[in-house]
């Protein structure tokens, strides 16, 4: 497959070098001077570094960033499904499990007039919560039906290839498959020991730092694009005292 492939474009440049042959070839038999030729093969051979300049560079590099637009905006998609569908219930389920589960509200819950200063902070304090959610504090059983329920939704989530351009929420993702698993492989989740309660925790750690701070980053994204539904999540958002979809 690769020989094919050389294969062609060594034909291709051959094709490409005969045809500008005859070109100048046809140029000298009808005009008969030489000099004249050299002058104009000159003046195309200075322009080729320009024309490539602009060729792959700038117009690739204007390709590039179309294309990437056009990524981010599918992958947005991705997220929103997400936090519909597990995201926003599974920040409210696992903030009951913190201590200073105020404080991370305090920090978290996005208001109307927030600007970009305020996303840049909460995106700070989410990236930095050291804190570990308390399981005892958390219906481990209703998080375990609810994400075992959504299982074939986060695979489904992998499997998009847009996914992988964006590190940040596919290790999300797995934190998040890695959680169902975990719950899923232990028969029950009653009368655990101290030890397996302290690696729940960590795994509940790790999500919620990833989930916060993709939060954050969607919440912003929605501002900046669609106020509507930025409307809808400040009203809703599990950081809220009171959540509620009705407009006060």
Known sequence: MIMKRYSYF???????????????????????????IF?????????????????????????????????????????????????????????SGFEKREKISQHLAVSQDWDHSDFKKAMAFALTIEDKPNCTNIDLNELKAFLVQKRSFLLRLLENPNVLEQERFSDLLWAVFHLAEEFEVRASLEDLPQSDLAHINGDMQRV?????????????????????????????????????????
């Open 10 to 36: 060594i034909t291709l440049a051959a094709i490409f070098f005969a045809v500008s042959g005859l070109v100048y070839l046809i140029h000298y038999l009808i005009f008969r001077d030489l000099e004249h």
């Open 39 to 95: 002058i104009f093969m000159g003046s195309d051979l200075g322009f080729v570094f320009l024309e490539v300049f602009l060729v792959v560079i700038v117009i690739e590099r204007i390709i590039a960033q179309r294309e990437k637009r056009g990524m981010l905006s599918k992958l947005n998609m991705v997220v929103g499904a997400f936090f519909s569908e597990v995201g926003t219930k599974l920040l409210g389920s696992l903030l």
């Open 208 to 248: 919620y730092g990833y989930l916060a701070a993709e939060w954050i980053a969607y919440v912003e994204h929605l501002k900046d694009k669609y106020p509507f539904l930025f409307s809808l999540v400040v009203r809703t958002n599990p950081f809220r005292e009171h959540p509620s979809p009705v407009v006060t």
